[in-house]
């Protein structure tokens, strides 16, 4: 197929009291079928209205606040998907597992993949070196059904995330699955960060496109969810289904259907403890489609030109835990240059009328990001300061007035790996107003 | 006409080769 229906659903999990005490076995698949049950009723619309495909988020079945005792009575056993095993079919072959048996009837009765995010159990001997003391290791898991009911992929999440309810696998795994309608590769939430799977299984596997569950806390000015996951999907040139879950009261919200060129649909809600179904209609091979976003030289540009008079009055300012160099945009239109160690950054603007209530900088960081110092950022950002004071330059702003007419920024990044971020007003992305070019401009479009 | 008002744009460069590789995929604290 040339293109397939694809689905994401942002889903307000139903979470469990919290407990000190493992719960029973029972009580703990009562809550997930009422997950499931939410589930199940979605699953049935994605397919009433042609989805090929559907993505449920992280966590989706039981939530997150676990102990490595509380969340046991929840996991199961979930075996390598050579086995080939129909739990529908087949619900006590792999011994106790539910949940696996419904999610597989969901795919099967309703003729459509299933992405579900559940809890693996695997036996270990107690005396290994890294065998937990309960004698399990407890994985966070994504598993897939296709449209008979078979498992035909299961990947367990590398990245974790203050999980300390999960192990981490010995090392990380690239799961890919193949269809008529495409390659696909997955991973999960905080694994989009790091180059192992995320980038391997599109620059080495070349899937087509990838399945995201995730539980995705939103951090601005760089990492909130639409603006992040759209901009990979631009920057990795694949297509990125993202099921995130969606929780107000931990900024947990922003799904969506992207494609390497634009978002295809995107949901944003912080006023709702509603669910959300996504559809979108997508190329099955974004590779061979036309015109297929060419390979971009990120720093052709700004390294060919003259760096713009650097501004006196440069500062240093925070962006979460890391010190930027920012420079202000003090005129409605020009050209300034920033620069931090070997990164400098470029910007031409224009802005429609000079907001006397807002100020504009123009940021450079290069270097290992935040409190854990593991992962080598480097950004060039022009952002809205959260007020006219320049000490707030870097703290989450949520609304603007200043348009910009044109602006091109660009930088001489020493990475191939440079993902283009545009968040408008109200948290909004702008699908088609923008591109980049292949000697790495970031340019409006309109 | 002129896009809507923009609060943020960026170019957000991973530079994996210069990560630091302490921590194997688990990580303890939040970033």
Known sequence: ?446 | GSSEPILTLSLFGRWYAKDSHSIPGGTSNLS
Request: aromatic share 12%; net charge negative.
């Open chain 1, 1 to 446: 197929l040339d293109t397939f229906i694809a689905a994401v659903y942002e889903h307000a999990v139903i979470l469990p009291n919290e407990t000190e005490t493992p719960v029973s076995q029972e009580d703990a698949l009562l809550l997930m079928n009422k997950n499931i049950d939410i589930l199940e009723k979605i699953i049935k619309q994605a397919a009433e209205k042609g989805a090929q495909i559907i993505v449920t988020p992280e966590d989706a079945l039981y939530g997150w606040k676990f102990t490595r005792e509380t969340i046991f009575p929840y996991l199961e056993d979930i075996p390598d998907p050579q086995v080939a095993w129909i739990p529908c079919e087949d619900p006590h072959r792999f011994g106790r597992t539910p949940v696996q048996a419904r999610l597989s009837c969901l795919a099967k009765n309703n003729s459509i993949y299933v992405l579900a995010n559940i809890g693996d159990k695997k036996p270990c001997h107690s005396h290994g070196s890294r065998c937990p003391s309960n004698g399990y290791y407890q994985y966070n898991t994504n598993v897939v059904y296709d449209t008979e009911g078979k498992l035909v992929a299961r990947y367990h999440k590398y990245h974790l995330y203050s999980e300390r309810q999960f192990d981490v696998p010995e090392k990380p795994e690239l799961v890919t699955f193949n269809t008529t309608f495409g390659k696909f590769g997955i991973f999960t939430c905080f694994d989009i960060l790091f180059h192992d799977p995320a980038v391997t299984l599109v620059k080495d596997f070349y899937v087509d496109t990838i399945l995201f569950p995730t539980a995705w806390m939103n951090v601005l000015p760089l990492l909130t969810a639409i603006e992040f996951h759209s901009a990979w999907a631009m920057g990795m040139r694949v297509n990125l289904l993202v099921a995130n879950t969606h929780h107000v009261h931990l900024n947990m919200t922003g799904s969506g259907i992207y494609a390497p060129h634009s978002p295809k649909e995107y949901h944003y809600d912080m006023e709702t403890e509603l669910g959300k179904l996504l559809l979108s209609e997508v190329d099955a091979h974004p590779r061979n489609s036309s015109p297929y976003p060419m390979a971009v030289n990120w720093s052709a540009y700004a390294t060919s030109i003259k760096p713009f008079p650097v501004q006196k009055n440069s500062f240093q300012g925070f962006i979460s835990r890391d010190v930027f160099n920012f420079t202000e945009l003090f005129e409605n239109a020009g050209n300034l240059t920033i620069c931090q160690k070997d990164l400098c950054c470029h910007l031409s603007y224009r802005m429609l009328r000079k907001e006397e209530s807002e100020v504009y900088v123009l940021g450079a960081f290069t270097g290992l990001h935040g409190r854990r110092r593991r992962e080598y950022w480097q950004v060039c950002t022009m952002l809205k300061c959260k007020t006219t004071n320049l000490t707030t330059c870097g703290r989450p702003a949520e609304t603007a007035l200043t348009r910009f007419d044109m602006f091109s920024l660009s930088g001489t990044f020493g990475t191939e790996y440079v993902f283009p971020e545009v968040l408008l007003t109200k948290i909004q992305l702008s699908p088609g107003k923008f591109e980049v070019l292949k000697d790495g401009r970031l340019v409006n479009k309109n």
